[in-house]
């Protein structure tokens, strides 16, 4: 990745924004600066004017931050990103209704935009390093907006708790880092209540702390005690919960191609498999056609070993919140245990993989998957494990 290593040598030598920002519009993140020129936001709290102008006010303000410096290179390099793609996500999200630039949810779409373009654009993906780096920056922009919102939340330690947990997966993540951008995201804008969002970033910053959590996860006594917390379950974060669970079932989750079946065959040989392409292939069912059949089966199949408390594992891709959280729920319905394994390799590894199978998935078909890919957080199952194959 020589752009990254041209990225870190200008900010090991503390080179001057100048020089710096036009690095990065002469480089691979030019494009969406230039989109980000055409895209206008709401005067009242964007007086600045255009994305692109509020982008590098906001990616100044951060380069100039004293606490900035405190941190690698590396992380130096991940929040500067984190702030040039903070609001990449107006670019398709912006529209003008009764006569006001409205972008809604453009934090979430941002961080799909962003893992897309990191993933494809800038060779990050299949490594264990490559995936810190770039869900880190992916984490970054999906909740940049929360610190100066944090304490209007009806439980802000509990949500502060669960987006701390991406740390234990996203390795680089932190609150503190949240914070920070958040602050410059505040500086970088032209609007009379820049004072009082600054001051709640900074009161977030402070309830992060007391939740013991501004620097990396909570300490949780257990897995079992941390699912129940992060679930919302009505549960004291610091004791250990009696856990009464009877077994595991592994949910699987990742692009085609990237070796599900391979891996399920060397770790975890004796477990019974409920495979979707599986029984696709049994009742006829084309990958492009409708699912619903497929899905009922494979539910089906999976309540038989839930009421005989047989662990199994559950292949598909799985690659939403939604979709996993459907099958979460009936498995722990059944009092199982749920451990998600996310696998993931190198871009044209995966191809040649997915090229090579009987039934390859359409290229275009995968970019659409990749697109919408939300890596599992830590939060939604006991145990959550991301590796590159």
Same mark, same amino acid.
């Given at each position: 990745?020589?752009?990254?290593?041209?990225?870190?040598?200008? +900010? /090991?030598?503390? @080179?001057?924004?100048? %020089?710096?920002? #036009?690095?990065?519009?002469?480089?691979?993140?030019? #494009? *969406?600066?230039?989109?980000?020129?055409? +895209?206008?936001?709401?005067?009242?709290?964007?007086?600045?004017?255009?994305?692109? %102008?509020?982008?590098?006010?906001?990616?100044?303000?951060?380069?100039?931050?004293?606490?900035?410096?405190?941190?690698?290179?590396?992380?130096?390099?991940? *929040?500067?990103?984190?702030?040039?793609?903070?609001?990449?996500?107006?670019?398709?999200?912006?529209?003008?209704?009764?006569?006001?630039?409205? /972008?809604?949810?453009?934090?979430?779409?941002?961080?799909?935009?962003?893992?897309?373009?990191?993933?494809?654009?800038?060779?990050?993906?299949?490594?264990?390093?490559? !995936?810190?780096?770039? &869900?880190? +920056?992916?984490?970054?922009?999906?909740?940049?907006?929360?610190?100066?919102?944090?304490?209007?939340?009806?439980?802000?330690?509990?949500?502060?708790?669960?987006?701390?947990? *991406?740390?234990?997966?996203?390795?680089?993540?932190?609150?503190?880092?949240?914070?920070?951008?958040?602050?410059?995201?505040?500086?970088?804008?032209?609007? $009379?209540? !820049?004072?009082?969002?600054?001051?709640?970033?900074?009161?977030?910053?402070?309830? @992060? &702390?007391? $939740?013991?959590?501004?620097?990396?996860?909570?300490?949780?006594?257990?897995?079992?005690?941390?699912?129940?917390?992060?679930?919302?379950?009505?549960?004291?974060?610091?004791?250990?919960?009696?856990?009464?669970?009877?077994? &595991?079932?592994?949910?699987?989750?990742?692009?085609?191609?990237?070796?599900?079946?391979?891996?399920? /065959?060397?770790?975890?040989?004796?477990?019974?498999? +409920?495979?979707?392409?599986?029984?696709?292939?049994?009742?006829?069912?084309?990958?492009?056609?409708?699912?619903?059949?497929?899905?009922?089966? @494979?539910?089906?199949? $999976?309540? !038989?070993?839930?009421?005989?408390?047989?662990?199994?594992?559950?292949?598909?891709?799985? *690659?939403?919140?939604?979709?996993?959280?459907?099958?979460?729920?009936?498995?722990?319905?059944?009092?199982?245990?749920?451990?998600?394994?996310?696998?993931?390799?190198?871009? $044209?590894?995966?191809?040649?993989?997915?090229?090579?199978?009987?039934?390859?998935?359409?290229?275009?078909?995968?970019?659409?998957?990749?697109?919408?890919?939300?890596?599992?957080?830590? &939060?939604?199952?006991?145990?959550?494990?991301?590796?590159?194959?």
């Amino acid at each position: 990745m020589e752009w990254m290593e041209k990225m870190g040598i200008l +900010i /090991s030598q503390e @080179a001057d924004f100048e %020089t710096v920002w #036009g690095w990065l519009q002469q480089s691979v993140f030019g #494009g *969406l600066l230039t989109e980000m020129q055409d +895209i206008m936001q709401n005067p009242e709290f964007h007086g600045e004017g255009n994305v692109y %102008t509020h982008t590098g006010m906001v990616c100044e303000a951060l380069y100039g931050n004293e606490e900035f410096r405190l941190f690698s290179v590396r992380e130096q390099t991940e *929040l500067l990103l984190a702030a040039l793609l903070h609001d990449v996500g107006k670019i398709r999200t912006t529209t003008l209704e009764d006569g006001r630039w409205v /972008s809604p949810y453009h934090s979430a779409a941002g961080s799909r935009m962003a893992r897309t373009f990191l993933w494809q654009s800038c060779g990050l993906s299949g490594s264990a390093e490559a !995936v810190r780096i770039r &869900e880190t +920056i992916c984490g970054l922009v999906r909740y940049h907006m929360l610190p100066a919102h944090m304490i209007d939340q009806e439980d802000a330690v509990l949500r502060i708790r669960q987006i701390a947990a *991406l740390g234990e997966t996203a390795g680089d993540f932190t609150w503190q880092k949240l914070c920070v951008l958040a602050d410059a995201d505040m500086k970088g804008r032209i609007a $009379a209540d !820049v004072p009082e969002c600054r001051e709640k970033v900074a009161l977030c910053r402070i309830l @992060a &702390e007391e $939740a013991g959590c501004l620097h990396g996860s909570f300490p949780y006594s257990d897995s079992h005690t941390k699912h129940a917390y992060l679930s919302g379950r009505n549960v004291m974060p610091d004791q250990s919960l009696y856990d009464d669970t009877w077994g &595991e079932v592994i949910l699987m989750s990742g692009l085609p191609g990237t070796g599900k079946d391979t891996w399920i /065959s060397q770790q975890v040989p004796e477990l019974q498999m +409920i495979s979707l392409d599986g029984i696709r292939k049994e009742l006829h069912v084309s990958p492009a056609g409708d699912q619903g059949s497929v899905i009922r089966e @494979a539910r089906e199949r $999976a309540k !038989v070993l839930l009421r005989r408390k047989e662990p199994f594992v559950w292949n598909a891709t799985n *690659l939403s919140r939604d979709i996993r959280q459907k099958q979460i729920r009936l498995f722990e319905q059944y009092g199982a245990s749920v451990r998600i394994v996310y696998l993931e390799t190198e871009e $044209a590894t995966r191809r040649m993989r997915n090229a090579a199978r009987a039934d390859a998935v359409p290229e275009a078909a995968v970019e659409k998957m990749l697109r919408k890919t939300e890596l599992p957080l830590p &939060e939604e199952a006991h145990t959550v494990e991301w590796l590159s194959v």
